[in-house]
């Protein structure tokens, strides 16, 4: 499932002929490159940290070798924008680099993933690397000069591989593509995270993961022919609302899905062999199928580096999970709700990641208005984070519900705010510099107004309306992708990963 260190391999020797995985190396002269110099310039995003705190090291061997000097301070940069699988949607925070080593496989299953301390997750040594912005663009400075040069886009285990360009314009800008710098639709591309999702009655997370761009053949359930890199697992319903429980009969032979109560969530065994679970709205909180071991359990999976994605009246993990995950905010109980009235979030711009969301919303046309953010049938599950480890993105400021979801007029909830995205680090009650894992809460339905998938039906073809991201999936898309990389404080800048 994950070819590229064989493949890149084979390109270093025939590029170098030499063997890899001695140090990375750049260049210390701010005019231009010199080998027998110093390795990375840190000022230039050419140089990358290491675990071990040391500077850059001396550049032997490999594509550093490739780099030139450049006349009256001139530099050969490559240059482009990550977008998502289906090649749509600029991403943001995408780490890109040219690797000077093989790459290594990247592990399956909870992992403590932090950028700031040697993560098995990344590897390739880089030669430059760089993070995009919130535009998704991204410049790599002070790169080798000839064809076939390795290029790595990744978003924690979502990892491109298999792409070569040519850098031919020495001491110059080298675009490249938007078709080599999205990330990958399948394992043949490179890796994708292990994901466990739970469909649910009233929402259809496994819909949006087919309008980023996964392919079909990606899917598959515990047990089931295949080998998809993202399990569905049937979850439950409230009312006439059924979840989606079978394949299509192309996918995975048409099989049904495992049981999410008893295959997925029951103990923690269970969740470690997954990178991410995902859990759509259900209707209802269904608290026989989520006692408080399968509870406790969640919270043991994100201790570990596990990361959870979890909709409206799945807040059950939260407001009654294990101590001190309620603290994280105010939940409210309530069921107050309203499905006619499109309602703006305020996007909380008074953190680096928050404001980079903020620009990103606008700059993908999630918004016209900077810093908000319109929702069809938001939720107020959520009136107020608490504490400093629950990080608040998009808050509805004065929710207006309606009884009965009927033609009455609006009321203003009490209290008024419904937050729409919080997010934490875990565990929670360790200092934040020990944290391995990361969840996030949503009032958001993907399947709400204009996008209505057929809940109920076969995944994915009579399920899942195809088409673009409304501005709301484009939000989800976000936080998904945030949820993906290496875990760092929300309080400053994301980090380069060190490696």
């Known amino acids: 499932m994950h070819r590229a260190s064989a493949l890149l391999t ?13 140090p990375s190396c750049g260049s210390s002269d701010d005019v231009g490159f010199n080998p027998l110099d110093d390795g990375g310039r840190v000022d230039d995003g050419s140089f990358t940290p290491r675990p071990d705190g040391g500077g850059p090291r001396p550049c032997t061997t490999g594509l550093c070798l490739k780099r030139v000097s450049c006349p009256g301070g001139g530099d050969t940069t490559i240059t482009g924008t990550v977008y998502d699988p289906a090649g749509k949607v600029p991403l943001y925070n995408a780490f890109v680099f040219v690797p000077n080593a093989p790459l290594q496989k990247i592990p399956t299953g909870a992992s403590c993933d932090r950028c700031d301390s040697g993560s098995n997750v990344y590897s390739g040594d880089p030669v430059s690397s760089a993070l995009t912005d919130a535009s998704g663009k991204f410049t790599l400075k002070n790169v080798p000069v000839d064809n ?3 290029l790595v886009v990744q978003i924690g285990k979502w990892r491109r591989e298999n792409v070569k360009i040519n850098v031919t314009k020495s001491c110059g800008e080298n675009p490249v593509a938007a078709e080599v710098t999205r990330l990958p639709k399948n394992s043949g591309e490179g890796s994708i995270p292990h994901i466990a999702l739970a469909t649910g009655g009233w929402d259809s997370m496994e819909c949006l993961l087919r309008r980023m761009g996964l392919d079909s053949s990606e899917f598959s359930t515990k047990g ?12 439950q319903g409230s009312g006439t609302q059924k979840p ?20 997925m969530w029951s103990n923690v065994d269970q969740l470690k062999a997954y990178d991410m679970v995902i859990l759509s709205c259900e209707g209802a909180r269904f608290p026989d199928s989520k006692p408080e071991s399968a509870r406790n359990a969640l919270y043991e999976y994100e201790k570990i580096g596990g990361r ?9 993990w939260f407001s009654q999970g294990p101590s001190p995950v309620p603290a994280i905010g105010r939940w409210t109980n309530s069921s107050q709700e309203n499905d006619r009235d499109t309602q703006v979030a305020e996007v909380n711009e008074k953190f680096p990641k928050g404001k980079a969301f903020s620009d990103w919303l606008q700059n993908v046309q999630a918004t016209s208005a900077k810093g908000k953010l319109p929702i069809e049938q938001a939720r107020r599950n959520l009136s ?3 504490g400093s480890r629950a990080q608040d993105w998009a808050t509805i400021p004065n929710y207006m519900w309606r009884k ?4 009455d007029p609006p009321t203003l909830a009490s209290p008024p705010e419904a937050v729409q995205f919080v997010s934490y680090n875990a565990p929670l009650d360790k200092p934040e510099a020990e944290a391995c894992g990361r969840a996030v809460y949503s009032g958001l339905h993907v399947s709400s107004g204009a996008r209505k998938d057929n809940i109920g039906q076969t995944f994915p073809g009579a399920e899942c309306i195809s088409g673009d991201l409304s501005p709301q999936e484009k939000a989800l898309e976000f936080m998904l992708f945030d949820l993906s990389s290496c875990i760092s404080k929300d309080t400053e800048p994301p980090p380069p990963p060190i490696h």
């Not at 080998?227 to 697992?233: A, C, I, N, P, S």
């Not at 959870?308 to 059950?316: C, E, K, Y």
């Open 10 to 22: 084979g390109s270093f020797a025939i590029l170098a002929g030499v063997i890899f995985g001695l």
């Open 148 to 150: 076939n040069i390795p």
């Open 224 to 235: 089931a022919a295949g080998d998809g890199r993202v399990h569905l697992f049937q979850g």
């Open 244 to 263: 989606t429980i079978k394949f299509d009969n192309d996918v995975a032979g048409g099989a049904s899905f495992a049981n999410a109560g008893t295959d």
């Open 308 to 316: 959870v994605f979890a909709s409206h009246w799945h807040d059950i």
């Open 384 to 386: 107020l984070p608490l």
């Open 404 to 407: 009965n979801n009927v033609d």
